[in-house]
């Protein structure tokens, strides 16, 4: 494993190329784990303007690592939860649309390849990255649905399960003998509920979006040399405003 990485935030359609890189280590790891039906396993989202991605890669950008997608609402498609879980419980439509008027998204396809396993960059590295740039985006919460192993990490940076959906949060997916959980980060610009250490790290990342840090891994006895690079070009923070949307499509 390289000890030198980057960590670079982008809309999808402005790196169709690494979309596709990232389409395919993620296909991989699922088809690894025996899993082959998720809703947004395909690379349909790589030519949504409503879609965001963090990989992890290696300086030169020959090799990824792993990484996750933010999905905003959009007014057009549903969020990944909602094709997901919808047919289990309707209930999550009007829970994301509750949230969707002030802007909403979603982090999802989070993986890392077997290289990298238990370094946290398929978990706590790409969550934080990801939950840095919803402030450059406008949005004011994050949905995800995590398995077991990352509710933990998700609740670090002040998410809380959707027991209003599902059995108390929980759903049989992507296939009945594994179990995911909806969790929301209603907080995603204050993370008032963050634990204060992540917090620090997180508010800090925003006023550094570009920097090298070193980072440890929060799973093994590894430091990392991680090159940030998570400013978004050509973005607002209206842009995924419900209203917004609404009001350009009756002009």
Same mark, same amino acid.
């Given at each position: 494993? !390289?000890t030198e990485i980057r960590i670079r935030a982008f809309r999808a359609t402005d790196d169709l190329k690494t979309c596709? /890189?990232?389409?395919?280590?993620? +296909?991989?790891?699922? !088809?690894?784990?025996?899993?082959?039906?998720?809703?947004?396993?395909?690379?349909?989202?790589?030519?949504?303007?409503?879609?965001?991605?963090?990989?992890?890669?290696?300086?030169?950008q020959s090799k990824l690592f792993g990484g996750a997608r933010v999905h905003v609402a959009d007014g057009i498609h549903?969020? &990944?939860?909602?094709?997901?879980?919808?047919?289990?419980? &309707?209930?999550?439509?009007?829970?994301?649309?509750?949230?969707?008027?002030?802007?909403?998204?979603?982090?999802?396809?989070?993986? $890392?390849?077997?290289?990298?396993?238990?370094?946290?960059?398929?978990?706590?590295?790409?969550?934080?990255?990801?939950?840095?740039?919803?402030? *450059?985006? =406008?949005?004011?919460?994050?949905?995800? @649905?995590?398995?077991?192993?990352?509710?933990?990490?998700?609740?670090?940076?002040?998410?809380?399960?959707?027991? !209003?959906?599902?059995? $108390? =949060?929980?759903?049989?997916?992507?296939?009945?003998?594994?179990?995911?959980?909806?969790?929301?980060?209603?907080?995603?610009?204050?993370?008032? /509920?963050?634990?204060?250490?992540?917090?620090? /790290?997180?508010?800090?990342?925003? *006023?550094?979006?570009? !920097?090298?840090?070193?980072?440890?891994? &929060?799973?093994?006895? #590894? +430091?990392?040399?991680?090159?940030?690079? @998570?400013?978004?070009?050509?973005?607002?923070?209206?842009?995924?405003?419900?209203? $917004?949307?609404?009001?350009? *499509?009756? #002009?």
């Amino acid at each position: 494993m !390289e000890t030198e990485i980057r960590i670079r935030a982008f809309r999808a359609t402005d790196d169709l190329k690494t979309c596709m /890189k990232f389409y395919e280590g993620h +296909k991989r790891v699922l !088809e690894q784990h025996g899993i082959t039906k998720v809703s947004t396993a395909n690379y349909e989202w790589a030519y949504r303007n409503s879609v965001f991605v963090v990989v992890v890669e290696s300086l030169d950008q020959s090799k990824l690592f792993g990484g996750a997608r933010v999905h905003v609402a959009d007014g057009i498609h549903p969020l &990944p939860i909602e094709e997901a879980t919808g047919n289990l419980d &309707p209930n999550v439509y009007s829970v994301v649309r509750k949230y969707a008027d002030n802007g909403t998204a979603e982090i999802c396809g989070l993986w $890392n390849s077997i290289e990298v396993a238990g370094y946290g960059i398929g978990s706590i590295f790409s969550v934080r990255a990801a939950t840095v740039i919803a402030q *450059q985006i =406008g949005i004011e919460s994050l949905f995800f @649905l995590c398995s077991p192993a990352t509710v933990r990490f998700n609740e670090w940076v002040g998410c809380r399960v959707i027991t !209003e959906v599902g059995n $108390n =949060g929980t759903f049989y997916y992507p296939k009945l003998d594994l179990i995911a959980t909806a969790v929301l980060l209603e907080d995603a610009i204050g993370l008032s /509920k963050a634990h204060p250490r992540e917090k620090e /790290k997180l508010l800090h990342r925003r *006023q550094h979006l570009s !920097e090298v840090s070193i980072e440890k891994s &929060p799973f093994k006895n #590894v +430091k990392l040399n991680v090159h940030y690079d @998570l400013e978004l070009a050509n973005v607002s923070q209206n842009e995924f405003k419900y209203l $917004n949307y609404f009001d350009k *499509q009756a #002009v």
